[in-house]
Nanobody, 123 residues
Framework: VQLQASGGGLVQAGGSLRLTCAASGFHLRPHSIAWFRQASGKEREGVVCISGTDRILETEAAKGRFTISRDDAKNIVYLQVNSLKPEDTAVYFC??????????????????WGRGTQVTVSS
C-alpha cells in the first residue's frame, strides 16, 4: 500500500489549495481516510476524515474552510482548503484505515500513511 499526498505549495493568506491523496495497490473506497497535518515543532493533528460510507468528521478549525471528498474513478481523496491562514502552515498527510467505519481523528487508528505535502501560508 502506497499513499501519496500532493498539491501543497506557498499561498497567501485567504488563498486556496486542493490537496490530493492518491493510492497505489490499494482502493481507497471503502476505507476510512483522513487528513492530518503537522506544523514544525508540533504534534501531528487530525483535520478531517471520511468513512467508507462518506460520513465526515472534522475539527472546529476545519469547519467551513476544509472539504474532504472522494473521486472513486480516479482512486483519489481530495482536501479542498479555502480561506487559508498562516496557522494552517504545516505538512499535510493522508492516512488510510483498514476499516470502513468512521475512525475519527486519532492518528493511531490509521495503519497506512504516505509522504506529506508542504502547505505554507504567508501573511
Amino acid at each position: 500500500v502506497q499513499l501519496q499526498a500532493s498539491g501543497g505549495g506557498l499561498v497567501q493568506a485567504g488563498g486556496s489549495l486542493r490537496l490530493t491523496c492518491a493510492a497505489s495497490g490499494f482502493h481507497l473506497r471503502p476505507h476510512s481516510i483522513a487528513w492530518f497535518r503537522q506544523a514544525s515543532g508540533k504534534e501531528r493533528e487530525g483535520v478531517v476524515c471520511i468513512s467508507g460510507t462518506d460520513r465526515i468528521l472534522e475539527t472546529e478549525a476545519a469547519k467551513g474552510r476544509f472539504t474532504i471528498s472522494r473521486d472513486d474513478a480516479k482512486n483519489i481523496v481530495y482536501l479542498q482548503v479555502n480561506s487559508l491562514k498562516p496557522e494552517d502552515t504545516a505538512v499535510y498527510f493522508c492516512a488510510a484505515s483498514r476499516f470502513s467505519g468512521m475512525r475519527g481523528l486519532n492518528r493511531y487508528d490509521y495503519e497506512y500513511w504516505g509522504r506529506g505535502t508542504q502547505v505554507t501560508v504567508s501573511s
